[in-house]
Every structure is written in C-alpha cells, then in structure tokens.
C-alpha cells in the first residue's frame, strides 16, 4: 500500500523574485496562472497567501514536471 504522503506532490512557495522569473518565463503574468485556494490544505501547510505563486514538482513514471498555481483567497 501506498503512504498518503507519496501521493501528494511537493509544495514549494516561490519567493516574489522567483515568482517574477517564473512569469517573464512564460511571457505572462502570476496572476495568469492556475488559481489554489488560500485555504487548500497545502496552501495552508506552507503558508501561501493570497497573491503568491506556488511551484508543485510531480513526478510519474515518464519524468518529473513542475506545475505552477497562483493563491487567491477562498
């Protein structure tokens, strides 16, 4: 059986300088990005507040990938 914590990608809240690397990157803007809740448990866990960019490295059986996700409040 697979423990729940192997299930859940890591969460990393990037820093504003990250933030505004990652966006210029994309040629877009953070608030651009898919939106997480302020209240979702991983927000929570790291501390994300409303208006930061949050980084979630996963990984499946062909590599791993980094997702982005914008905190809005909720």
Do not use: C
Not at 49 to 68: E, F, M, N, V, W
């Amino acid at each position: 059986m697979v423990a729940p914590r192997e299930l859940i990608p890591e969460h990393r809240l990037l820093s504003a300088s990250e933030a505004k690397k990652v966006a210029q990157q994309f040629e877009t803007t953070p608030d651009k990005f898919p939106k997480i809740l302020e209240s979702d448990p991983q927000s929570v866990k790291i501390g994300a507040k409303s208006g930061q960019l949050i980084a979630i490295d996963r990984k499946d059986p062909t590599g791993s990938y980094t997702y982005y996700r914008y905190v809005i409040k909720g």
